[in-house]
């Protein structure tokens, strides 16, 4: 039987991504897709110029290391920057 998800808004008709089980097949393709990219590593001749790129992944790691450096940067830098909400209506 499908599941019938409550739509974000009153009487709009809930789209493919309201269902969890179409987020779990998003979730799991985008996992599928990453280790095939991951395991094809060994299907190319690598040109190193650091031994460390010898290492097998190594540009996925360092990409998702990376990735991972950014958000919790962003997370942090969000402390500094961030305004009230009303910053821009209030009158200097």
Known sequence: MAEHPSSPVPGEKPRWLDY???VT??????????ALLFLSDV???KHPTFAVEYLFGFYA????????????????????????EDYYDRDS
Do not use: H, Q
């Open 20 to 22: 969890p089980r179409n």
């Open 61 to 84: 790691i360092y990409g998702f290391i990376g990735s991972v450096g950014l958000v919790l940067a962003a997370k942090w830098m969000r402390t500094i920057l961030m305004r009230d």
């Open 43 to 45: 299907l190319y001749e």
């Open 25 to 34: 097949k998003v979730v799991w393709t985008l996992v599928a897709v990453c």
